[in-house]
Structure formats: structure tokens, C-alpha cells
């Protein structure tokens, strides 16, 4: 383990035991005493019902992967578990996997409040036989970071409300927190420190929350949910790669990222509808540095690329701000990938690839998973979370995207590929830790499961 990894790590149980004395009054420390004191008389239920908020979109294969991520992890470490999803919005590409993957797992769809209407139907059943509610991976806990939707980041804690009243534990898994502007701070901190735990996938948040004194019981980095993904669609993957004339290990992945809006939406502050001076600036000069990279890989090593998305917004841009910009002798080794994928094909893609690029960080978690070397080239808008690959000991593969150059990226994708083995060996290495602390998060999510018998 590196000495970075070690440090945040002691930190972080330092300031668990600090947290729990300093709680002694809440629900959630006197639960954990009684537990200490009392252990003989404890036992987990034989097939414990855990409710997994998660699936934040479609159009995202991140966002789908952190659900059969979460899953594969309880289903190796909590025996007998019972799944059910709750899905706030239609997914149903995301559904349509977790069926065919997992289907014993039930999906639920609502919203604690509905004007005029009581507080039942499938999720108030569902929550009713609950004996543990996940806030699955992302980074929905935030207030001022994207905007000040006051109403949407209060209705985003009201489940937890609700089984703190209820009595059941309740925790978040694999998170990022970069913002709580006032008056957010005091609400998010007095919610989060009832939770029986709060794993943050990156040590930045960790910290931040240290720093603003959240006293949650467990506050340990954890990571994020999709390093469990173990899902694949091999058939649509190896069509792919032959239609593609993409070969095993002599191809590199490449996954941009651009300020440009989702598909039929009116944008957000991430992906405007009208870019600013600076965002065009920023989408040239990043597309000009991976138009560079790529002419120095296929020049230097003869593989192809893959020009894959995350996002399906992302296919167009590729197009036209890559693709169609490289020189003819290049541009013939480069595969534009025209249609959105899903991340059961994308795994059995990936886990082919020589080595994987990306602007966004879940295709590279994915290759990871699998053995892949990455590189991380980070935009600052996305906050704390590419942080996560430098606590899992990938610093050296880790880039600011406005602060380094198409040199800098090929001079590790080179090292790389002259010295395959002593990078894969790194993933490896890295991947030994993520699976090491997988196993200590679902020991915790275990004792929160625990009950009097």
C-alpha cells in the first residue's frame, strides 16, 4: 500500500473514533455501543432486505455501471440478501440488464412526495420491510456546485429522514462531495452523521468532510460502486470488434468529454446549450491534444483507435472534432463508434483494449476491473472524484486535461506499451487494494444489518 494510500486511510479511522465519542448522543452511536456491548445478543437476519437508490441515467453507461457494480459486491458478501432498486426515473435500458444479469433483484420507481397524494405503493412496501437503505455512487450530494436547487438537494435527503424515524440504518456508498453552500451545511451534516456509514470514493472528500465535522460512525474512503461490475455482453462485444476490425489488445480506447448538452435537453451548467468563450476554447484545445496523441499512437505503435462515448452526447463531437480531423494515413486506423452502446457491451469491449484514455472516469474504472491500463485526463468542473485513481495508487496516470499536453499523455501510453507487463502489474497492484477495501466496506454494511434476537 503506498504511503498516500496509508495516511488518508489512518486519518480516516482517527477520525471515525473521534466522530463516535464525540456522537454518543445520536441514534446511530448508541446503536453501535449497544452493539459493542451486547454482541452475543446480535445476529444478522437470514435474508436481510436492502434498498439500493441508484441508476441515475441511461445515456451514461458510468451511470449505468454503478448499479450491477453495488449488486455483485452484496451478492458476494452478504449472503442471503434480498435487492430492491429504487429507480426515480425511467431507465429502462439499465433495467433491461439487471433483469437479464440479476433477476432475482426488484425494481421499485417513485418519490416519497407527490402533491395531494399519501405516501404508499410499491416504495412505501418496499421501505416498509427494509432492513438497510444505500445511496448508491455518484456525486448527488452536492448543493452549489451545478446550481441552487434548494427543493431538489432537500427531497434528495428525505429518505434518510425517513428511516432515521423509522429506525433503519441507512448509508452512502462510493460518493464524492465537493460543495455545501449555506445554508446546506448544517442540514447535510446533520443528516449524514445519523447514517450508519459514508464512504467517500475519494480521499478530497473524505477530507473535506473531516474538515467540516461530519460525525458519521464509519467516514472511510470507499470505492466507487463500479469497480464490482462484472457484467458482460460477450456476444455483442466480439460482433462489434469484428464488424470494427478491432483485435484483442492492439487497439486503444479513447473517451473524450466536451461542453456540449445531453441529447434533446436544454443543458446544464456541465453541458450548456451555448457554449462560453471559454468553454470553446477549452473543446478546442483538449481536441486538438487528443488528435495529437492519437496520430503519435498509431504512428509510433501501428494499433488502431477507438473513438468509444460514456455518453451518447459525445458520439457527434468525436466525430467531427476528432475523427474528422486527422491526417488520412491515421485516420484510417481510427474506428468512430456511430452508435451508443450499453455497459454490458462495453465491458466485453474494453476488456480487449490495449490501453483505455478518457475524459470521463468510468470506462477507465471499468478497465481497471479487467487488467487494463488507463490514463485520466481530468476536467476541474468534475470536482473531487478523479482523485479516486491516485488513492488507489494510479497517480502517475492521473492528468489535469487543461494543465498538460498530448506529449504528456503519449509519453505514459509509450512507457506503457514498452513495459506492458510492469503496467499491468500496477493495475493489479491497484486493483488488490480496491478489492481489500470492497471487502472491509461489506463487513460494515454486515454489522448494520445486524439485529436483536
Not at 436544454?266 to 471559454?278: F, H, Q, Y
Not at 494515413?329 to 474494453?350: G, I, L
Request: neutral net charge.
Amino acid at each position: 500500500m503506498s504511503t498516500n494510500r496509508r495516511n488518508f486511510l489512518k486519518k480516516s479511522g482517527l477520525a471515525t473514533a473521534a466522530s463516535m465519542i464525540g456522537f454518543v448522543g445520536s441514534a446511530a452511536a448508541a446503536m453501535h455501543e449497544e452493539k459493542v456491548i451486547n454482541q452475543q445478543e446480535w445476529s444478522r437476519k437470514k435474508n436481510p432486505v436492502v434498498i439500493i437508490r441508484t441508476s441515475w441515467g441511461d445515456t451514461n453507461i458510468g451511470d449505468q455501471g454503478h448499479t450491477p457494480g453495488l449488486i455483485a459486491l452484496l451478492y458476494q458478501y452478504v449472503p442471503g440478501v434480498q435487492i430492491i432498486l429504487w429507480h426515480g426515473k425511467d431507465v429502462p435500458e439499465t433495467e433491461k440488464q439487471m433483469l437479464q444479469n440479476y433477476p432475482d433483484v426488484k425494481i421499485v420507481h417513485g418519490k416519497f412526495y407527490e402533491p395531494e397524494k399519501p405516501f404508499e405503493g410499491p416504495l412505501k412496501e418496499a421501505f416498509d420491510k427494509a432492513d438497510l437503505f444505500v445511496f448508491n455512487s455518484g456525486m448527488a450530494m452536492n448543493f452549489g456546485l451545478y446550481g441552487h436547487d434548494w427543493a431538489g438537494a432537500m427531497s434528495g435527503l428525505t429518505a434518510f429522514v425517513w428511516c432515521r424515524e423509522h429506525g433503519i440504518p441507512f448509508g452512502i456508498y462510493g460518493q464524492s462531495f465537493d460543495k455545501f453552500e449555506h445554508p446546506s451545511m448544517e442540514i447535510y451534516r446533520n443528516v449524514m452523521s445519523q447514517a450508519a456509514f459514508v464512504y467517500c470514493r475519494d480521499g478530497e472528500s473524505l477530507k473535506f468532510l473531516q474538515e467540516n465535522k461530519f460525525r458519521t460512525p464509519v467516514l472511510e474512503f470507499g470505492p466507487d460502486a463500479v469497480f464490482g461490475i462484472n457484467i458482460r455482453d460477450e456476444e455483442k462485444g466480439l460482433a462489434y470488434m469484428k464488424e470494427a476490425g478491432l483485435e484483442e489488445k492492439k487497439f486503444l480506447a479513447v473517451i473524450t468529454l466536451t461542453n456540449t448538452p445531453p441529447i434533446g435537453s436544454k443543458g446544464d451548467p456541465l453541458n450548456p446549450v451555448n457554449r462560453s468563450p471559454l468553454q470553446k476554447k477549452q473543446d478546442e484545445d483538449r481536441m486538438a491534444n487528443v488528435r495529437e496523441m492519437i496520430i503519435q499512437w498509431v504512428r509510433n505503435t501501428g494499433y488502431k483507435v477507438l473513438l468509444a462515448p460514456e455518453a451518447n452526447k459525445e458520439m457527434q463531437p468525436a466525430k467531427e472534432w476528432v475523427y474528422d480531423q486527422l491526417p488520412e494515413d491515421v485516420q484510417s486506423k481510427v474506428v468512430w463508434r456511430s452508435a451508443f452502446w450499453n455497459v454490458s457491451e462495453a465491458m466485453s469491449v474494453y476488456a480487449r483494449a490495449h490501453s483505455i484514455f478518457g475524459m470521463e472516469p468510468h470506462s477507465l474504472i471499468m478497465g481497471l476491473t479487467m487488467g487494463v491500463p488507463i490514463i485520466h485526463a481530468w476536467p476541474p468542473s468534475h470536482g473531487r472524484k478523479c482523485f479516486m485513481f491516485r488513492d488507489i495508487g494510479l497517480p502517475e496516470w492521473l492528468f489535469p486535461v487543461d494543465e498538460s499536453k498530448a506529449a504528456d499523455w503519449t509519453n505514459v501510453l509509450m512507457q506503457n506499451y514498452n513495459n506492458y507487463q510492469v503496467a499491468k502489474d500496477k493495475v493489479a497492484k491497484a486493483m488488490q487494494f480496491v478489492h481489500a477495501r470492497q471487502k472491509d466496506t461489506m463487513q460494515v454494511i454486515n454489522k448494520a444489518l445486524q439485529q436483536k434476537v
